[in-house]
């Protein structure tokens, strides 16, 4: 089984400033990846970013990066000079070896970006 | 370039009836999972289909069935409805079965049962 902790309901930052989401993951696969969503109020889940677990170094996408430490399990997200617009839910999700397409997610956390 | 397209977007049901949802999609994805996502919680897979067959299934009683078509489009029907089954339920699709970051999700059913 798998299972994915998300420790922060809620967070909250200044707009540009940068901000960093929890993630904490259990699995007994030794292959498996890592998954970021952003869901807005309009429901849909959209791709942030991924990082495969013998990806070698951390995965970033745009002003998105993932602070990958497999020892400790944990796929924190890294949000750099937040913006409005990233007020949202944010979840964590794990899928392992060729089952990627069954995604377990975390509870979530929501993130206010303040002007 | 149209994403996932659901249908409907809401939908109020009384306990006891069935419901079925509709979800095309993207243009060049052949696989369609669904997932429900309970008011504050994370998407719970329900199962997967690819080649017009359930692929993979998540911890979900035989009251939720689906279906894919040629097209590749796909239909969750749930039966006997309870109030625990009022959620969000969205559909994700994707080239293939494994690979869960090319997926797009689309905007969701709200279901509610009364």
């Known amino acids: 089984a798998q299972k994915i902790t998300q420790t922060q309901p809620g967070m909250f930052v200044q707009e540009k400033e940068a901000v960093t989401l929890d993630c904490t993951y259990d699995?007994?696969?030794?292959?498996?990846?890592l998954f970021w969503y952003k869901q807005p109020s309009s429901g849909e889940m959209i791709f942030l970013i991924y990082?495969?677990?013998?990806?070698?170094q951390n995965a970033t996408e745009g002003r998105y990066s993932l602070n990958f430490q497999k020892a400790r399990k944990s796929a924190n997200l890294v949000i750099s000079a937040s913006q409005l617009g990233d007020s949202a839910m944010y979840f964590c999700?794990?899928?392992?070896?060729?089952?990627?397409?069954?995604?377990?997610f975390g509870q979530g956390t929501i993130l206010t970006v303040h002007p | 370039d149209a994403g996932v397209t659901q249908s409907p977007t809401h939908l109020i049901k009384t306990r006891g009836q069935q419901v079925t949802l509709r979800c095309s999609p993207k243009?060049?994805?052949?696989?369609v999972s669904w997932y429900q996502q309970a008011l504050g919680q994370g998407p719970q897979f329900i199962f997967q289909?690819?080649?017009?067959?359930?692929?993979q299934r998540g911890n979900f009683p035989d009251r939720f069935s689906g279906h894919q078509f040629p097209n590749y489009s796909s239909e969750l029907n749930v039966n006997a409805l309870l109030l625990g089954d009022s959620a969000l339920y969205l559909c994700?699709?994707?080239?293939?079965?494994?690979?869960?970051?090319?997926?797009?999700f689309g905007s969701g059913t709200r279901l509610t049962v009364v």
């Open positions: 994700a699709s994707s080239t293939g079965t494994g690979v869960g970051y090319g997926y797009t």
């Open positions: 699995t007994s696969d030794p292959s498996y990846g």
């Open positions: 990082q495969g677990s013998y990806d070698q």
């Open positions: 999700a794990i899928g392992s070896g060729t089952s990627y397409g069954k995604l377990t």
């Open positions: 243009s060049g994805h052949d696989t």
């Open positions: 289909y690819y080649e017009e067959e359930e692929r």
